[in-house]
């Protein structure tokens, strides 16, 4: 399983998450309550697994070890204490790490912010776990959002939610994807100049198809 390249990268991260999505139906999708900490940013990146049971200290250890450019995925099997805020996220920025995913929670949430890193996480709780757990990461397999992330599996993100998938998944919906926004983007402005919906997709087409029975998709015809 050959990694993406800086550019299959960049395009990914300029995509939304919800187009790869539909490029590719078989992406697999982590708990949805694992979201967006931080609004307003796309995130792409190969995942660096760590198990970290309520305690801050393999966070700690990953966003200063992990290479960059890679997406930190925290697996809490206990997620009732935060195991990561302003400082793990500046240090993840300092050195070019994606973001970083919990299944747990998060704290300073407003240093997270004004940081920019994608963060996702089930929310927020003021209070630290622990610092005694001496693992670090590569973990190998952690379940998140009951999704299995395997180190590096790209882990893709931004405020409509995750998604984990293969490189090889990622680089076959890479062109898929840029289609469908750029299809998108062309029926958003017929809409701002007084087209309908119905004249630049296949509604009628297809609503009349499964009307009858009959096998059909729904398409643009822009």
Known sequence: MDPLTADELARARALATSSLCDADKTLALPDPAIRAMVPDVRMAGPAVTVVAP???????????????????????????????????AAEARRRGLAGIVI?????????????????????????????????GFDEGTVAVGGVAVRPGDVVLGDDDGLAVATPDQVRAALAGAEAIERAEAAVLAGLGQGRSLADQTTIAEHRAARAAGRESSLGFTV
């Open 103 to 135: 299944d747990g929670h998060c704290r300073d949430v407003a240093g997270l912010r004004a940081l920019g890193l994608p963060v996702f996480a089930r929310g927020s709780t003021p209070a630290s776990g622990t610092a005694r757990d001496p693992r």
């Open 54 to 88: 309520d305690d801050h200290l393999p966070v700690l250890v990953a966003a200063g070890e992990a290479a960059p450019g890679s997406v930190l995925v925290v697996a809490n099997p206990r997620g009732s204490r935060a195991i990561a805020g302003e400082l793990v």
